[in-house]
């Protein structure tokens, strides 16, 4: 096999193989290497893809037991935990394969192994065979994030679990203690939550979902909260201690003050992820870190070293898989001589709880501290006549516009199909719409996107409620 590429990526996640296909599309040769011995990284074999079937399920499930009674359906409903994470890793495995086919149908290499940039143009790659060299003339660090690790408290997927033992847990557990209050704790809080377990969430900030616009968070955990999610905000782990009865987290204020112990058979640290660059072999060859660990780049993903770029969770910018494949593209074209480019004020983000929560563009906190004038319309989902028929009508719709010109700067929902509906606000953002032209334009009736129409109506005043 030829050692020898025009772009060699480092990670097989979602800025990774997409970095590598795209590459291959655009006619040059590339290689894409992988420790983990399945393509798709985190988000598809321990991440986004199988956290949405178990929330799928667990949805299904916790409907099929308390809700088909009103609309007139009686059933009689039973867990069947390994079937239902079968399924997960079933879909899993699909999917893996999938990246493989495109791989194979785009002429890229796929080696699995541990890679560590040895020269500027030059990949050592360990490999079960032995270390293969590989020269190339562009090398992509795409080689994601990590999860970032509470100080004092050794996960061991087992009684203390990160997202990975969340998610292959044997049974449902009684009691399921979450520390962070952010995307990946409350989508997981919410699958066990559903399946039976009693779940509290500790979180150091006094809100949850930070960066999230401050009246949909709000509105957000008072759902959480009817759910019978429990939350202790403005909190801190300080210890925790195995016993034979489970675990015992000793906490106390954020600022300091009295300890409690709060007892749990789970405990999910999940307060975020940090950027993995380590073994890379980056400081050999002088590629710079910010103060956070994430590689610096410039506008092109070019790092300070000629021929090295980086993508993905491993460089500034929200932790998103799309923001990944978005920028993956971009710089496989980039390489390839073509203009690459991401707009970087039009990238979603969805937690895919129920109701779900989806967000684009500047919340109006960020607009305050900017100084920018601003108009808000809003609509809620309990006036929206699909909404009534599915009987999900909780949450909202929040568009901002800029005050003079009308242009959409951000767009905030919670309610049913968030994720769905907010596409239609970002290719407004990506063509630089007013919200008159989402307010004038038609859509079926009866839908949930009339929410998002509604919603536009109401930044000029003349909102239609049912």
């Excluded at 499930?61 to 039973?78: M, P, R, W």
């Excluded at 066990?192 to 377990?197: D, I, K, N, T, Y």
């Excluded at 790092?303 to 920028?327: C, F, Q, S, W």
């Amino acid at each position: 096999m030829a050692d020898s590429f025009d772009v060699v990526v480092i990670g097989g996640g979602p800025g990774g193989y997409n970095a590598a296909i795209r590459a291959g599309q655009l006619g040059l040769s590339a290689a894409c290497i992988d420790k983990r011995g399945t393509f798709g990284g985190t988000c598809l074999n321990i991440g986004c893809i199988p956290s949405k079937a178990l929330l799928h399920a667990s949805e299904r499930f916790h409907e099929a037991s308390h809700d088909f009674a009103a609309l007139g359906i009686k059933a009689q409903v039973a867990l069947d935990l390994p079937a239902m994470m079968a399924r997960k890793d079933k879909v899993v495995g699909e999917l893996t394969k999938g990246v493989e086919f495109l791989f194979k149908k785009n002429k890229v290499e796929p080696i699995v192994g541990e890679a560590k940039i040895t020269a500027p143009g030059t990949v050592a790659v360990k490999t079960r065979d032995g270390t293969r060299t590989l020269s190339a003339k562009a090398i992509v660090i795409a080689t994601g994030s990590d999860v970032t690790r509470l100080p004092g408290v050794t996960i061991d997927e087992k009684q203390i679990v990160s997202s990975t033992g969340a998610l292959s847990l044997k049974e449902v557990p009684k009691r399921l203690l979450v520390v962070g209050a952010g995307v990946i704790g409350l989508e997981l809080g919410s699958v066990w939550r559903r399946l039976g377990a009693e779940v509290t969430v500790v979180e150091f900030l006094d809100r949850i979902t930070p960066g999230l616009d401050g009246e949909v968070a709000k509105a957000f955990q008072r759902i959480l909260a009817k759910q019978g999610f429990a939350f202790q905000l403005s909190t801190k782990v300080v210890g925790v201690e195995k016993g034979k009865g489970g675990l015992k987290v000793t906490v106390e204020p954020a600022e300091g003050g009295d300890r409690r112990v709060l007892e749990t058979d789970i405990l999910l640290v999940a307060i975020g992820r940090s950027p993995y660059t380590a073994n890379l072999g980056l400081e050999d060859v002088g590629v710079a870190l910010d103060k956070r660990g994430r590689v610096l780049t410039d506008g092109l993903y070019r790092t300070n070293v000629a021929g090295i770029y980086a993508i993905g969770d491993v460089r500034e910018g929200p932790m998103l898989a799309h923001k990944a494949e978005d920028e993956a593209v971009a710089v496989a074209e980039i390489i390839a001589g073509r203009a690459g480019h991401v707009n970087y004020d039009a990238i979603p983000s969805v937690v895919y709880t129920f109701p779900e929560v989806a967000s684009v563009g500047k919340t109006e906190e960020e607009l305050k501290a900017a100084g920018v004038a601003y108009k808000v319309g809003k609509f809620p989902f309990t006036a929206n006549a699909r909404a009534k028929t599915i009987a999900a009508t909780e949450g909202l719709v929040k568009i901002i516009a800029d005050a003079a010109t009308d242009k959409v700067l951000g767009c905030h929902i919670i309610g049913p199909e968030a994720g769905n509906l907010i596409a239609e606000v970002v290719l407004a953002l990506e063509f630089g719409a007013a919200s008159e032209d989402i307010a004038r334009t038609c859509h079926s009736h009866p839908t949930l996107t009339e929410a998002v129409r509604q919603a536009a109506m109401g930044v000029e005043g003349w909102t239609m409620q049912m």
